[in-house]
């Protein structure tokens, strides 16, 4: 049997091990004993205690791997990814970290090794929507928004992580990348607030942040955003700790210990924002494309509303990142798609077949792309 080493044993790394368990030998490794006791309880998987930041012991857990899957916090993501691929792995990452990945684009190249990056819902799947129809359409404009939320709307946040807490709060941080009129543009992040309404939900609030990554590089549409959804009211609070200073990483004196003001504000946050054992949530997107086709203007809209699925107490963050980067993983390790180098989800998108594949195996999961075009 084909193994597969998943590094990152939290709530999409989890599920990720779970689902490709039944078909691979796979082996779920992590630092926290805690959590993978718990992991055991709910699924039948193999799991490992390791500190993977050590690039002996992520050299042991990826050894006698076919496959790695990395779900590790965005801020060890790079380095992961870079030791994977210097042992000769192929990966499907998930972690979206901050830097480039096309810079190890050419050690991916040098080790034969495909190397899929940005691989969950968005990034990831809105690369992919994007990437299948700018090989058929001439696309202008490129749009989506993205949010994870609890159903319960408890005060003051409104809020709740589905994925690593760390990583959220750099999206308040990290200045947002987009496209306008041709022109890279830069602006604040938690900057542009707008409503928008969804008809399973209601109101909730959109602002700019840093998602379009990879597509900066590798599309050439003059018009292109990412944002991200809440509940209203959550982009002022964020706002006022950043401008505050809460979120700063310049480390301050306090009772004669310098601290960062951001790892203090992290720690008091994260029991608030901690989504409680099989606590409802949702996952919502859209993804918007406009140009011309035949000289005639068009509109094609991408919906995603997904929610916590009470029979197998997958979240829908779990169930839309992680089934989206276990279809790729099978596609990989079934040598039907073997491209080498640094992989965007776009180039994923851009191969019809391997696009419908990986639709049709998120809807055998129940996971739903509702597509609309005016």
């Not at 368990?21 to 055991?40: E, G």
């Not at 006698?64 to 792995?89: H, Q, Y």
Request: some cysteine.
């Amino acid at each position: 049997m084909r193994k597969i080493t998943v590094l990152g044993g939290g709530m999409v790394g989890s599920a990720i091990a779970a689902d490709l368990t039944p078909d691979f030998d796979v082996t779920l490794f992590d630092i926290d004993k805690t959590r993978l006791s718990h992991v055991q309880q709910k699924y039948d998987v193999q799991t490992k205690q390791a500190d993977l930041s050590q690039s002996h012991l992520l050299k042991e857990a990826i050894g006698n791997a076919d496959l790695v899957v990395s779900a590790v916090p965005g801020f060890m993501g790079f380095d992961t990814l870079r030791e994977i691929i210097k042992e000769k792995k192929d990966v499907v990452d998930i972690s979206f970290f901050d830097k480039d990945p096309f810079e190890l684009d050419e050690l991916a190249q040098k080790h034969d090794v495909t190397a899929i990056v940005d691989c969950g819902v968005a990034p990831g799947m809105s690369n992919m929507i994007l990437g299948y129809y700018d090989q058929q359409i001439h696309i202008e404009e490129f749009e989506y928004m993205v949010g994870g939320l609890p159903v319960k709307r408890n005060w003051p946040y409104e809020y709740k992580a589905p994925f690593s807490p760390i990583d959220v709060i750099e999206e308040y941080l990290r200045p947002a990348r987009m496209r306008i009129n041709g022109e890279m543009v830069t602006k604040e992040a938690l900057s542009e607030p707008e409503y928008v309404e969804f008809d399973s939900i209601g109101t909730l609030e959109s602002f700019n942040t840093d998602g379009l990554r990879t597509l900066l590089q590798t599309m050439d549409i003059p018009n292109m955003k990412e944002k991200t959804l809440r509940y209203p009211g959550h982009i002022e609070y964020m706002r006022v700790l950043r401008e505050t200073g809460f979120l700063s990483k310049e480390k301050v004196e306090v009772g004669g210990c310098n601290i960062r003001p951001l790892d203090l504000t992290a720690k008091m946050l994260f029991p608030k924002w901690e989504l409680a054992e099989d606590e409802e949530e949702f996952t919502v997107m859209r993804v918007i494309m406009r140009g011309l086709e035949d000289s005639e203007p068009f509109e094609i809209r991408y919906d995603l509303y997904d929610k916590f699925n009470k029979d197998t107490g997958i979240s829908s963050m779990a169930r839309t990142t992680g089934y989206t980067a276990t279809a790729v993983a099978r596609l990989v390790i079934s040598g039907n798609y073997g491209r080498t180098g640094i992989i965007a989800p776009e180039f994923l998108g851009a191969d019809a077949e391997s696009f419908t594949n990986i639709l049709d195996y998120l809807e055998a999961r129940d996971v739903n792309y509702n597509v609309s075009r005016q």
